[in-house]
Structure formats: structure tokens, C-alpha cells
């Protein structure tokens, strides 16, 4: 689990519009017990946006990562105390995130079959189109990356969840 904020801003970014990674913490705790949320995230130095407490196969590397200062009014603390890590045992345990690539990557945009869209995204539907919608959410990124790595797409996308045994789960419970 990261200790620091990553945030999120759209294409028209405005400093006083954002999404800051423990606002998602949050509101995942919010949660009711027993309700299983499913992220996907195709932006950038997304690998692990919201988090959550398990990860798989999330590459190190030597590269550096683009920086962005946060908002003054975002800054840390130096006093202040983490929350950020999720409980293993409590009812956050239905929350997965697949993320279109590492901390220190990048997601490409990407016009595929003259439709402009997120790399990521499009390989997401393509995998599971593919995949007839019955895979487990491992697998499903596993093919993904396959999918991007085929189209010259230099992203690893990530996969992270609140509780071990959701990676193992059927995409959706096995429904399209």
C-alpha cells in the first residue's frame, strides 16, 4: 500500500477538480457488507489508485515517474498519521481494481477500428469478448496485457483487490 496520495484529473484538468486516491479508500468503506464493486481505471499511474490492500503482479522498475505537485490544501502532513491501509478481515472484502497500467506508466489513447478510446478499455472488451465473459479477473488482465503487448502497447495493467481471494473470483460472478 502506497503511502502517498495519487490523484486523478480529466483532460480539461482544473486544479480545483479532482479525484484523490484516498477519497476512493473512503468510499470503499462505505460500502455495505456482502457488496462487491468492480474499478477499472485506464489513466495514468494508476497501478494502485485506490489503495487496496493486495496486488498482483505489479512490475518494479528503475524508470522514473511523472510528477505532479498536489494542491497545497492536499499536501501531507508532516504530523499527520496514515488510514490508508484496508482491513484484511473487514467488509471491504468485495472491492477489485484493474488499473491500465503501473505507477510509473502511462495509458495510451488510442483511435482502434477508427473509434478514439483508452487502450486499455478497448482491450478490456476485446478480452472479454474473446474470452466468451468467462474468466477469472487474473486471467482477465493476464489477456489484456496480451492484447496490449500484441498491439505494440508498452502499458502493464495492474490488478489489486481488498481481499486475496477475489483474483480467483469469475469476472461479474461468470455473467455477461
Not at 489513447?109 to 479477473?137: E, H, R
Request: with cysteine; net charge negative; aromatic share 10%.
Amino acid at each position: 500500500v502506497s503511502t502517498q496520495s495519487t490523484w486523478a484529473c480529466d483532460l480539461d484538468f482544473n486544479r480545483q477538480q479532482y479525484i484523490v486516491d484516498d477519497e476512493l479508500h473512503s468510499l470503499f468503506s462505505t460500502l455495505p457488507e456482502g457488496v462487491s464493486l468492480l474499478c477499472i481505471y485506464d489513466c495514468c499511474h494508476s497501478g494502485s489508485m485506490g489503495d487496496l490492500t493486495y496486488s498482483r503482479d505489479l512490475i518494479e522498475s528503475e524508470t522514473l515517474v511523472r510528477y505532479l505537485e498536489p494542491p497545497e490544501h492536499l499536501q501531507p502532513s508532516p504530523y499527520a498519521r496514515s488510514s490508508r491501509s484496508l482491513s484484511r478481515t473487514g467488509h471491504y472484502s468485495g472491492v477489485i481494481a484493474i488499473s491500465g497500467c503501473q505507477d510509473n506508466q502511462t495509458s495510451a489513447d488510442a483511435t482502434i477500428g477508427g473509434v478514439p478510446q483508452g487502450a486499455m478499455s478497448w482491450a478490456v472488451f476485446d478480452s472479454l469478448s474473446k474470452l466468451n465473459y468467462q474468466t477469472t479477473y487474473s486471467q482477465l488482465v493476464q489477456v489484456v496485457r496480451d492484447t496490449l503487448r500484441q498491439r505494440n502497447f508498452s502499458q502493464q495493467p495492474a490488478i489489486s483487490a481488498s481481499n486475496n481471494s477475489k483474483f480467483d473470483e469469475l469476472y461479474l460472478y461468470g455473467g455477461k
